[in-house]
């Protein structure tokens, strides 16, 4: 009588094929979770160019920037048109609001900002504030 020997793996391979693939992930995870923070920033970038052309159509609209962002969504101002964004005042990619002055300097304008991943002022790299003006 003969004996069919099961077919499979064996620990050795299985270990093999694991710190294969620890390796690999190792060595790719980095580059990937870089590409995410710069794929943030990006995002921070269009999102304010958005809220730019909003804010400039409000301004077009009353002669003036609003005090907040707030009221590109909803005011009782009589002249007001909007409004002025599809839908509520987004969020940066980190989960942040927007830092949003109307006057820079004594002139009329504005200044948007992000603070970037740490949320606080200041920072390089990654944390580094993200100003569009």
Known sequence: ???S???GFT???LLIVIVIVGL???LVAPEMFSKVD???IKTAKAQMELLETSLNTYRLDLGRYPDSLEQLIKSD???WDGPYLPKDVPLDPWGNPYVFTNQVDGSIGFSLMSYGRDGRAGGEGDDADIVHR
């Open 1 to 3: 009588m003969r004996q």
């Open 11 to 13: 620990l050795i391979e």
């Open 38 to 40: 710069s794929s943030r």
């Open 5 to 7: 020997r099961l077919s």
């Open 24 to 26: 690999l992930a190792s």
């Open 77 to 79: 101002n009589k002249n």
